[in-house]
């Protein structure tokens, strides 16, 4: 019989149930952010309601994410972390640093994302959250302190959130992050990817 604890808190082997959905959920909301975005510009024509759809789809899990990884980051901070599988000093400090590069993108993505962006949010067609540019924030710090428009501001922040997290580094993130879990799994044969999974051993 496979047993399977019900824990909601991390224990030194397993991580708890809450940090898995939390982990998972914040995997297909990635998932959801590239699908919806790449399904705009490669399947849809400018100005057609399907390209509104799609951005605003991409725009709700986006700041979904933003929502979910401070409840993540509060979480975390609650918790003791799973001990790590025996490996060098190396290979430690290489897995700390991917995942806090990981939390980093998940901030600084949908940041530069609602940051950047000329429209505002229909979450999910829920409700309406503003655009940034229609915020005091943006009047003080922008307008006043810097003397910028909208337009001058969005060049850098949307090449940010496009060119290099977009297109490149959060793609090497996670197809890294994803990999060395599969070479944990099937390589090195340890718990690694159990660990987010199931709590059977
Ligand atoms: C972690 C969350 C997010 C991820 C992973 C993500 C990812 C991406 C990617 C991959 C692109 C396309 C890059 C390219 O042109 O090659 C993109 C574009 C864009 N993102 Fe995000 N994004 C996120 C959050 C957000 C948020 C919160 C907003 C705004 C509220 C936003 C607004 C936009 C806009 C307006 C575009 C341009 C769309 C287009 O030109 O078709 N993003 N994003
Ligand atoms: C198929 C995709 C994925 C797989 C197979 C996977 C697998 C794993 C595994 C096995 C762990 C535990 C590692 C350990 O304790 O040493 C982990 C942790 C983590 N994953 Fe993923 N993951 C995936 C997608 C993602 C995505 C998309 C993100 C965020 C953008 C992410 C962020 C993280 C973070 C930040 C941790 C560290 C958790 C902590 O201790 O605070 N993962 N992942």
């Given at each position: 019989?496979?047993?399977?604890?019900?824990?909601?808190?991390?224990?030194?082997?397993?991580?708890?149930?809450?940090?898995?959905?939390?982990?998972?959920?914040?995997?297909?909301?990635?998932?959801?952010?590239?699908?919806?975005?790449?399904?705009?510009?490669?399947?849809?024509?400018?100005?057609?309601?399907?390209?509104?759809?799609?951005?605003?789809?991409?725009?709700?899990?986006?700041?979904?994410?933003?929502?979910?990884?401070?409840?993540?980051?509060?979480?975390?901070?609650?918790?003791?972390?799973?001990?790590?599988?025996p490996g060098t000093n190396l290979e430690h400090l290489?897995?700390?640093?991917?995942?806090?590069?990981?939390?980093?993108?998940?901030?600084?993505?949908?940041?530069?994302?609602?940051?950047?962006?000329?429209?505002?949010?229909?979450?999910?067609?829920?409700?309406?959250?503003?655009?940034?540019?229609?915020?005091?924030?943006?009047?003080?710090?922008?307008?006043?302190?810097?003397?910028?428009?909208?337009?001058?501001?969005?060049?850098?922040?949307?090449?940010?959130?496009?060119?290099?997290?977009?297109?490149?580094?959060?793609?090497?993130?996670?197809?890294?992050?994803?990999?060395?879990?599969?070479?944990?799994?099937?390589?090195?044969?340890?718990?690694?990817?159990?660990?987010?999974?199931?709590?059977?051993?």
């Amino acid at each position: 019989m496979i047993e399977v604890s019900m824990a909601f808190k991390n224990s030194d082997t397993d991580y708890g149930s809450i940090a898995k959905w939390i982990h998972w959920l914040m995997a297909m909301l990635f998932l959801a952010a590239y699908v919806s975005v790449y399904y705009r510009q490669w399947f849809t024509e400018a100005k057609t309601p399907e390209n509104w759809t799609a951005l605003q789809l991409h725009l709700s899990f986006g700041v979904s994410i933003m929502a979910i990884v401070l409840l993540r980051l509060v979480w975390r901070a609650m918790n003791k972390s799973p001990k790590p599988e025996p490996g060098t000093n190396l290979e430690h400090l290489a897995a700390h640093l991917g995942h806090y590069a990981l939390y980093v993108i998940m901030i600084i993505a949908p940041i530069t994302g609602y940051i950047g962006t000329g429209v505002h949010t229909e979450f999910f067609f829920l409700f309406d959250i503003p655009k940034f540019s229609d915020t005091v924030l943006f009047q003080y710090i922008v307008v006043e302190s810097w003397g910028l428009t909208f337009k001058e501001f969005e060049k850098p922040i949307d090449f940010i959130h496009k060119e290099i997290l977009g297109a490149w580094l959060m793609w090497i993130l996670i197809v890294g992050h994803a990999g060395a879990a599969l070479f944990h799994h099937f390589v090195k044969k340890d718990r690694t990817l159990k660990k987010m999974t199931s709590s059977a051993p």
